[in-house]
């Protein structure tokens, strides 16, 4: 790697080697390969070893790694964003989560690209499920891909997705983590995977947080499941974003009507400034709030945002709790 057209040696490495093995690799006894062309991946019944791991970062072959070990759990739930507009919602997502001191690293692919989040423990699958399933809701994204596929390995060992730092079959690219804007994380190989050597993990608050989220869907609103039953409702109905069951779940004036006095018309005192005059209104109508004096406004979640002094994330788990 110091000089790009000379072959690695193992001694070049075994750093990423090992990085790899401990922190993206879950299963030994068994192990997936890409196919020549990158159509799909197939599944190897032995064991993988440090010399597969050699390959892979060679080139020479390229491995998936999967997202539970043998017990269904894992350290990371990666989400997979399939087309430029979903990784411009992965990007939006990173950058909201970095505002929550919620660490991901954003991975490109071939056709969008990954946002890997890691956890300070192995979890139960269903658990890094619930989390992923109220992080998605929470952000509205429906379409995202959320790895783990299983909560429990029924038969065979469930889902998995390309292991980093080797190159994809299909196109002969070696994909890097980078920033939202697609620059890279760091310049080679060697010093990438060296951010991983201890990746940040996601706060217990946001963890909890989002894993109640996660339970308080109704199961048709859970993504990217995998039995055919739940691939079929996931694809048939437009499942309704979280946000929008809240919106739907009581008018504004009934609810808005809990902290303000509205008068019959609709019209009160704004409790975000000091109002003299009734400058603030409820239309359930449209379903909205306004207040013309400080110019504010918009659903019940903006209302106990701003009430609350809170995110999103948080606005929509509380108001779950109170509304769903
Ligand atoms: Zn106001």
Not at 251 to 276: E, K, N, Q
Request: aromatic letters at 10%; charged letters at 20%; a negative charge.
């Amino acid at each position: 790697m110091r000089h790009p057209e000379q072959v690695p040696t193992d001694y070049d490495l075994s750093p990423p080697a090992e990085v790899l093995a401990r922190q993206l690799i879950q299963r030994w006894d068994m192990h997936s390969r890409q196919s020549t062309f990158g159509d799909m991946y197939y599944t190897v019944h032995e064991p993988l070893s440090v010399a597969h791991l050699f390959a892979h970062l060679r080139g020479e072959i390229t491995l998936g790694t999967y997202l539970l070990n043998a017990q269904s759990q894992g350290r990371f739930l990666v989400l997979d964003a399939d087309t430029l507009d979903e990784w411009q919602q992965l990007t939006h997502l990173y950058q909201r989560l970095e505002a929550m001191d919620t660490p991901g690293y954003l991975e490109q692919s071939r056709r969008g690209g990954h946002l890997w989040l890691f956890f300070d423990r192995w979890l139960p699958g269903a658990q890094i499920r619930l989390f992923g399933n109220g992080l998605l809701a929470a952000h509205e994204m429906t379409r995202i891909e959320l790895y783990p596929k299983q909560d429990q390995l029924e038969e065979g060992p469930g889902s998995l997705i390309r292991l980093p730092f080797g190159i994809h079959r299909k196109d002969r690219k070696r994909y890097g983590f980078v920033t939202p804007t697609g620059e890279l994380l760091a310049p080679t190989l060697r010093d990438q995977v060296k951010l991983f050597y201890r990746p940040q993990t996601v706060p217990k608050a946001v963890l909890a947080t989002l894993t109640t989220v996660g339970q308080s869907l109704p199961s048709s609103n859970r993504f990217g499941g995998v039995t055919a039953a739940e691939s079929r409702i996931s694809h048939t109905d437009e499942t309704t974003p979280l946000s929008e069951q809240i919106k739907a779940a009581v008018t504004v004036s009934a609810f808005i009507g809990r902290y303000v006095a509205l008068s019959a018309r609709g019209s009160g005192l704004c409790p975000f400034h000091d109002d003299h005059h009734p400058s603030f209104s409820v239309n359930d109508e449209g379903n909205y709030w306004h207040c013309f004096a400080c110019n504010t406004g918009g659903s019940i979640i903006d209302f106990w945002m701003q009430k609350q002094g809170c995110d999103f994330v948080t606005a929509v788990r509380e108001l779950v709790a109170q509304l769903l």
